[in-house]
């Protein structure tokens, strides 16, 4: 068990409304990661985070944001939800052989 | 660039029968490899890897040889299980990087 949680595990949501995923590591790794699922795109990088208010763009950015004031946590937010945002979200944290431990997702439904 | 490729899916096999699903790369360097599984309606997990030419990852059975000569990093089992049904991923840590790159999937089904 990698000690990473995700905070809500579920949630529905209307279009144009702001959303905050939460993701909390208790293993002070220094990278995070968050990604999306969907069917026929396998897992997409949104962004991730190399050390406390360090971040960068992966390949599906557009539309998100992140902050991370403290080790343990990083959030992903939806400044305007869409319905093409509707995913499953993952949080990872890389180990020491640069391997990733992931998180149990939260599943979000933007009506 | 960095890719991985997989053997395509759908997968599905009788319990007990032998298991391979392929997986190719490119990458410049020496890349390190992974091979995630994911059951319904759970995270990705660690199932085992190798970080260096000639390595075998191995864990509940299963395996992988890194070999550089072919880019490949084939998943094996002897003997799949109905518990075997999940979803997996190759994927691959390019050297130097922080990233992963992941292959598109292989959903398998163990029929008992």
């Known amino acids: 068990d990698a000690g990473i949680t995700q905070s809500p595990r579920h949630k529905v949501t209307e279009t144009g409304t702001p959303v905050t995923l939460r993701c909390h590591q208790t293993?002070?790794?220094?990278?995070m990661y968050w990604y999306r699922q969907d069917p026929g795109h396998g897992l997409r990088l949104i962004h991730y985070s190399y050390g406390v208010k360090d971040t960068d763009k992966g390949e599906v950015s557009d539309g998100y944001s992140v902050s991370r004031s403290k080790t343990e946590d990083f959030l992903l937010t939806l400044e305007s939800a869409t319905s093409s945002q509707t995913s499953v979200y993952f949080c990872?944290?890389?180990?020491?052989?640069?391997?990733?431990?992931f998180g149990p997702g939260t599943r979000l439904t933007v009506l | 660039g960095n890719s991985v490729t997989q053997m395509e899916g759908p997968v599905t096999l009788s319990e007990e029968a032998f298991l391979t699903i392929n997986c190719t790369y490119t990458a410049t360097g020496y890349p390190s490899l992974f091979w995630y599984v994911q059951y319904p309606g759970e995270g990705l997990q660690l199932l085992l890897k190798?970080?260096?030419?000639?390595d075998k990852g191995s864990n509940k059975g299963f395996e992988a040889t890194y070999r550089k000569e072919t880019t490949s990093f084939h998943l094996e089992k002897g003997s799949v299980q109905v518990s075997d049904s999940a979803v997996y991923f190759c994927a691959l840590k390019p050297q130097g990087a922080q990233k992963l790159v992941f292959g598109q999937g292989t959903r398998l089904t163990i029929n008992p």
């Open positions: 293993e002070n790794h220094r990278y």
């Open positions: 190798a970080t260096k030419a000639d």
């Open positions: 990872a944290i890389s180990g020491s052989y640069g391997e990733q431990f």
